[in-house]
C-alpha cells in the first residue's frame, strides 16, 4: 500500500524523504541514500525547516555537475504547449526549435 502517495517497500523508509517524519535535505540526498528509487513525490525540508512533498526526477543525466544521474526537484511545471502559459518574470519565451521558458542571463 502507499501513504500519502509514497510506496512501503521494506528498507525505502531507511532512507530520508520517505515519511514526514524524516524529510532529507534535498532531492539528491534521497538519490544518493539509494540510487534505484524511483522518480516521484518525496518529504525535503524546506528553507523555513518545515517538511513540504516536492517531486524528484532520479533519472534526468546532466554532465552540469557531479550528481550526472538524478537528484533533481522539480520547481515548475508549465505545459508550454498551451498557448495561454506563460514564461515566469525574470525568464523568456524561446519559440525554436520548441516553445520553452529559458534565462534571461
Not at 36 to 55: D, F, H, K
Not at 66 to 93: I, K, Y
Amino acid at each position: 500500500g502507499a501513504v500519502g502517495g509514497l510506496s512501503e517497500e521494506p528498507g525505502r523508509q531507511a532512507c530520508p524523504g520517505n515519511v514526514q517524519e524524516n524529510p532529507a535535505s534535498s532531492c539528491l540526498e534521497v538519490s544518493q541514500c539509494d540510487p534505484q528509487l524511483p522518480s516521484e513525490y518525496y518529504w525535503i525540508t524546506s528553507s523555513n525547516g518545515t517538511a513540504v512533498r516536492v517531486y524528484c526526477d532520479m533519472t534526468r543525466e546532466c554532465s552540469c555537475s557531479s550528481a550526472s544521474v538524478g537528484g533533481w526537484s522539480r520547481v515548475a511545471f508549465l505545459n508550454m504547449t498551451d498557448p495561454t502559459h506563460q514564461c515566469p518574470p525574470a525568464w523568456r519565451e524561446i519559440a525554436e526549435p520548441v516553445r520553452v521558458c529559458g534565462r534571461t542571463n
